[in-house]
């Protein structure tokens, strides 16, 4: 029997955006399809059924806790499955290198609520846990290790840029001087010394004073933003031809990142504008789906307020023809 904390459970994992991702993805049956963020295995499901008996999916998660939840799945799938643990941003390259090759390639970003809505994984602010934060419980660099070991000049570069705080130099200036009594250990004391640290209007301005923080040490800890520089390339290159990319992004530093990677591989010639030909050759890779990202619904938000934030982007790798 497994742990109780690691059994899975009907509520780890709404997900977000089930229909528009369906619809841009296409899968048919006798597809390969590469969920590259398993998580409790929700989209995962779906895109399977659509296979409809043939084709294969491959499963890819960092966190070891996914294999309980890819278990289940795979009893139902009803094709053929894989898992493969590990971050994408190293495991896509390597299926590419392999010569893997995909007709639909998803990427869900962000924490799933199967490690938020665990308590002692310490992702969330809302109650008081272990300062640990690891997507993959194996690695050796934690949240409390950031925070009682980092400069205070790097801490507060993390916050923010990849939190976007505007507070940064008091908070990591208080993080320094209250480490130097005691560590850091719990997610409490962190909290406690952010609220003290801003002035008091913004501890009830837009949302939890420690939210930013918190999403800032989460993607240090894991390096998010760096997995996902890495993967995108190699998840357009396991695409065959007319194959499909979509990926669901939670924050702006995400979503920018995934904007701008689509941009520039939709992109045509890119000679200087007053060269009267193209000398450059350069062919568009991909073709957007969609020129906006796919917002959840009302409705969606209502009965899921986690998926508020959610931005969808889709594309299809352009044929050999260029269509």
């Known amino acids: 029997m497994l742990p109780s904390v690691l059994q899975p ?5 709404v997900p977000v955006l089930a229909e528009e991702v369906r619809e841009c993805l296409g899968v048919r049956p006798g597809d390969t399809v590469v969920d590259a963020t ?63 090759r995909a007709d639909a390639v998803f990427l869900d970003l962000g924490v799933s609520s199967m490690q938020l809505d665990r308590p002692e994984r310490g992702f ?12 993959d419980s194996t690695q050796e660099l934690t949240a409390s290790e950031v925070l009682n070991t980092w400069p205070e000049r790097e801490l507060a570069s993390i916050f923010r840029r990849y ?26 004391e962190l909290v406690d010394t952010i609220k003290a640290a801003i002035p008091a209007p913004a501890r009830f301005g837009d949302g939890h004073p420690a939210k930013r923080v918190f999403q800032a040490l989460r993607i240090a800890v894991n390096d998010e933003l760096g997995a996902l520089e890495g993967a995108l390339p190699a998840a357009l ?66 009965a899921n307020p ?18």
Do not use: W
Request: overall charge positive; charged content about 30%; proline content about 6%.
């Open 9 to 13: 459970r009907a509520t780890d994992h």
């Open 38 to 100: 398993f998580g409790a295995g929700g989209h995962a499901a779906l895109l399977a059924a659509d296979l409809h008996g043939r084709g294969r999916l491959i499963a890819i998660d960092r966190d070891p806790g996914a294999r309980a939840y890819f278990e289940r799945f795979e009893r139902h799938a009803g094709v053929s499955t894989r898992l493969l643990r590990g971050d994408f941003g190293v495991i896509l390259p390597q299926l590419a290198a392999n010569g893997v």
């Open 124 to 135: 969330s602010y809302a109650t008081d846990a272990p300062l640990d934060m690891r997507m």
């Open 163 to 188: 939190g976007e705080e505007r507070h940064s130099r008091q908070i990591a200036r208080a993080i320094v001087r209250r480490r130097r009594e005691r560590p850091f250990e719990r997610s409490g």
């Open 237 to 302: 290159e396991l695409l065959r031809p007319g194959g499909r990319l979509a990926v669901i992004s939670f924050h702006s530093l995400e979503d920018r990142i995934v904007k701008q990677f689509l941009r520039d591989r939709e992109r045509g010639c890119t000679c200087p504008p007053d060269f009267p030909v193209c000398v450059c050759g350069h062919e568009p890779e991909l073709r957007a789906i969609q020129r906006r990202p796919v917002r959840p619904s009302e409705t969606e938000v209502a």
């Open 306 to 323: 986690r998926a508020a934030s959610a931005r969808l982007r889709a594309a299809v790798k352009a044929s050999a023809d260029g269509d």
